[in-house]
């Protein structure tokens, strides 16, 4: 499997990708909103899409679909829900669904509500997992709820199905935040040495050529995977001072994501 990411250098941050079958050169454009990058992407390496998948229904995901199907006749797919908000779907995808590619490539639907609640991130089928999450997971971060979503399901999708992926898997969201999101992490969580390191690493990296972490490192450095973290937890009750003397995993995911919509 072959992945080109795509950098738009827009004002949104966002990450479109090309997933490549290696034997065939067929590929899927993941949410490509930069239509005319995707597709100089696609003619430079011989490429040939042939179907569109768009993690969500918001419009920088799915600006793009109209000018890639006009150009390449792609197939269209999306969550099975997002139907009567995403023109134009030929295929409605379900938890588990597999996604086929040219000859040799798989993909996984994952059924991940929260940013929206007819959103689906991308589980390779690999020796080495990759994820392509759209906006449910970003690098040292999560997404925000603010447009048909809901946090309460953004963390059932963190705790049941992303925490238990393999600590390998690659991880590929749809915007650029990293640096952002870990001077949040650092802000509730200061004595965190693997997310300055990391900070320092990529501070002035270039998005043409990003950085890909992994689940692990995710656990390590993203504050929406430390709820346990007993700093993270006193840094809250600052925000909180109702916060209960133990409270559990879930009110510490909430009161995190209501305090990231503001930080």
């Not at 829900?81 to 995403?86: F, G, H, L, V």
């Not at 399901?153 to 749809?174: H, N």
């Not at 007993?230 to 879930?250: G, M, T, V």
């Amino acid at each position: 499997m072959i992945v080109e990411q795509i950098w738009t250098a827009n004002a949104y941050r966002n990450f479109n990708y090309l997933i490549v079958c290696p034997d065939t050169g067929d590929a899927m454009a993941v949410d490509p909103l930069d239509s005319e990058k995707c597709l100089a992407a696609a003619k430079e390496n011989g490429w040939n899409i042939t179907q569109i998948l768009n993690t969500h229904e918001h419009g920088d995901h799915t600006g793009g679909n109209r000018a890639m199907i006009a150009a390449t006749g792609a197939k269209l797919l999306a969550h099975a829900k997002a139907a009567q908000r995403i023109p134009g779907m030929d295929r409605g995808l379900g938890a588990g669904d597999v996604i086929k590619i040219g000859k040799s490539v798989e993909l996984e639907a994952l059924d991940t509500p929260g940013h929206t609640m007819s959103h689906v991130c991308l589980l390779s089928h690999t020796d080495t997992p990759a994820l392509f999450c759209g906006d449910t997971l970003f690098n040292a971060g999560a997404g925000n709820c603010h447009n048909g979503g809901h946090p309460n399901e953004l963390y059932q999708t963190f705790v049941d199905q992303l925490a238990k992926l393999p600590d390998t898997t690659q991880i590929y969201p749809g915007h650029d935040y990293i640096e952002n999101n870990l001077r949040f992490t650092l802000d509730r969580e200061p004595n965190n040495k693997k997310a300055e390191e990391m900070l320092e690493k990529i501070k002035d990296q270039d998005p043409d050529s990003a950085f890909v972490s992994t689940l692990a490192l995710e656990k390590d450095v993203n504050s929406f995977f430390r709820l346990h973290n007993l700093s993270i937890i006193a840094r809250l009750r600052e925000a909180f001072p109702d916060l209960p003397d133990e409270p559990d995993p879930k009110t510490v995911f909430l009161k995190l994501r209501e305090l990231r919509n503001s930080w």
